[in-house]
């Protein structure tokens, strides 16, 4: 099954945000060692910044998000889907929970993006990310995952 770009344009975001435009292949980088990602991103103002921007992810490979390996997730239920919930991203230079890496130290930042991504069978990986400040809870995160256009029928409850 193919996801379209107009599949990753939820009709909930946080207010202020406008679509900015589509990424594809491993260049989008949200997920690793998958060439078929899509990514639409959405931002906020002018200026294009990680605390500032929504990033709505696709996955056909369903990988997971990169910028969390290894962190603890809080596993939820979206519309009957699994789902994982990162409340931050490892992020580069010393920080809290700063672990040391061969690219040297990265630390565990909860104010810049947390993420929900949903493991829908046979179709992939959806995930969400955004600053905490304009979505605060996992809650919101699974509001805008639910309100993709075809949400419904991934789930079953078209």
Same mark, same amino acid.
């Given at each position: 099954?193919?996801?379209?770009?107009?599949?990753?344009?939820?009709?909930?975001?946080?207010?202020? !945000?406008?679509?900015?435009?589509?990424?594809?292949?491993?260049?989008?980088?949200?997920?690793?060692?998958?060439?078929?990602?899509?990514?639409?991103?959405?931002?906020? /103002?002018?200026?294009?910044?990680?605390?500032?921007?929504?990033?709505?992810? !696709?996955?056909?490979?369903?990988?997971?998000?990169?910028?969390?390996?290894?962190?603890?997730?809080?596993?939820?239920?979206?519309?009957?889907?699994?789902?994982?919930?990162?409340?931050?991203?490892?992020?580069?230079?010393?920080?809290?929970?700063?672990?040391?890496?061969?690219?040297?130290?990265?630390?565990?930042?909860?104010?810049?993006?947390?993420?929900?991504?949903? !493991?829908?069978?046979?179709?992939?990986?959806?995930?969400?990310?955004?600053?905490?400040?304009?979505?605060?809870?996992?809650?919101?995160?699974?509001?805008?995952?639910?309100?993709?256009?075809? !949400?419904?029928?991934?789930? /079953?409850?078209?």
């Amino acid at each position: 099954m193919s996801v379209l770009d107009t599949d990753l344009k939820p009709h909930r975001v946080p207010s202020g !945000f406008k679509f900015f435009g589509i990424a594809r292949g491993a260049l989008a980088g949200e997920f690793n060692d998958d060439d078929g990602q899509v990514v639409a991103r959405y931002r906020l /103002g002018s200026e294009f910044e990680l605390a500032r921007t929504l990033s709505v992810c !696709f996955s056909p490979a369903g990988r997971s998000l990169n910028c969390v390996e290894g962190a603890k997730p809080t596993y939820l239920t979206i519309g009957g889907l699994d789902a994982q919930y990162f409340d931050g991203h490892w992020a580069p230079g010393p920080g809290p929970g700063q672990q040391d890496t061969v690219m040297g130290p990265v630390h565990w930042d909860t104010t810049t993006q947390h993420s929900l991504q949903v !493991f829908v069978p046979e179709v992939g990986t959806v995930a969400v990310r955004v600053s905490p400040a304009y979505a605060p809870s996992h809650d919101e995160l699974g509001r805008i995952a639910a309100s993709l256009p075809q !949400f419904a029928n991934w789930s /079953g409850q078209a």
